[in-house]
């Protein structure tokens, strides 16, 4: 059975880090991209980075481009979400999703074209 299983979350001041985890398992990792999204309490959800299958192109939401990083290992099947410089406005549970289509830069915020879902995990910034 496909699975995502995303870790790394928890409560962190603002201008910390976090790193976080999305280990698949139930399918080959190697040919899915990986969207992050998140979600506010009251807000939509919204696509925060991707990393294509291919060529391991990557994209960001302008609201986190320069402080998020997306990295893949295949070998580990696991993707992860470098976050730094972390402001309250980031606050917000956090979801990995996978896609056999291939994404650009123009559709990879929209989950529409993602097949599977983490259960997410919770990210608070407050001091």
């Known amino acids: 059975q496909e699975q995502l299983v995303e870790s790394g979350g928890g409560l962190v001041q603002p201008g910390g880090s976090l790193r976080l985890s999305c280990a698949a398992s139930?399918?080959?990792?190697?040919?899915?991209?990986i969207g992050w999204f998140r979600q506010a309490p009251g807000k939509e959800r919204e696509g925060v980075s991707c990393?294509?299958?291919?060529?391991?192109?990557?994209y960001y939401a302008d609201s986190v481009k320069g402080r998020f990083t997306i990295s893949r290992d295949n070998a580990k099947s696991t993707v992860y979400l470098q976050m730094n410089s972390l402001k309250p406005e980031d606050t917000a549970v956090y979801y990995c999703?996978?896609?056999?289509?291939?994404?650009?830069?123009?559709?990879?915020?929209?989950?529409?074209?993602?097949?599977?879902w983490g259960q997410g995990t919770q990210v608070t910034v407050s001091s």
């Open positions: 139930g399918f080959t990792l190697d040919y899915y991209a």
């Open positions: 999703a996978a896609a056999s289509t291939y994404l650009t830069r123009f559709i990879f915020s929209s989950s529409w074209y993602y097949d599977y």
């Open positions: 990393i294509s299958s291919s060529d391991g192109s990557t």
